[in-house]
């Protein structure tokens, strides 16, 4: 099993920043990919960034030049660090960690950007 625990979100005004952690716990040696993923009231859930256990990242393109993904191994943990928050980023952002053998989801963190 896995266990995954984000924290960080919070209330934003439009323009500022969040970092969001999602430290993960348990039998993580396999995972090959760790991802944020946020959904908003009445909309799909949606993949917001990704990383491998390369290093390699994606963006969706709502994002790209605005949010970074990263990951710290020793840690266990991966952030999303968001830049330029927008009124429409505001979303509970899940962590998702894959393995072959399936996927696992964290509790989610609240994400509000508002004045």
């Known amino acids: 099993q896995v266990q995954l625990v984000e924290s960080g979100g919070g209330l934003v005004q439009p323009g500022g920043s969040l970092r969001l952690s999602c430290a993960a716990s348990?039998?993580?040696?396999?995972?090959?990919?760790m991802g944020w993923y946020r959904q908003a009231p009445g909309k799909q859930r949606e993949l917001v960034a990704a990383?491998?256990?390369?290093?390699?990242?994606n963006y969706a393109d709502s994002v790209k030049g605005r949010f970074t993904i990263s990951r710290d191994n020793a840690k266990n943990t991966v952030y999303l660090q968001m830049n330029s928050l927008k009124p429409e980023d505001t979303a509970v952002y899940y962590c998702n960690g894959l393995k072959t053998t399936g996927g696992y989801w964290g509790q989610g963190t609240q994400v509000t950007v508002s004045s």
């Open positions: 990383i491998t256990s390369g290093g390699s990242t």
């Open positions: 348990g039998s993580i040696f396999s995972i090959y990919a």
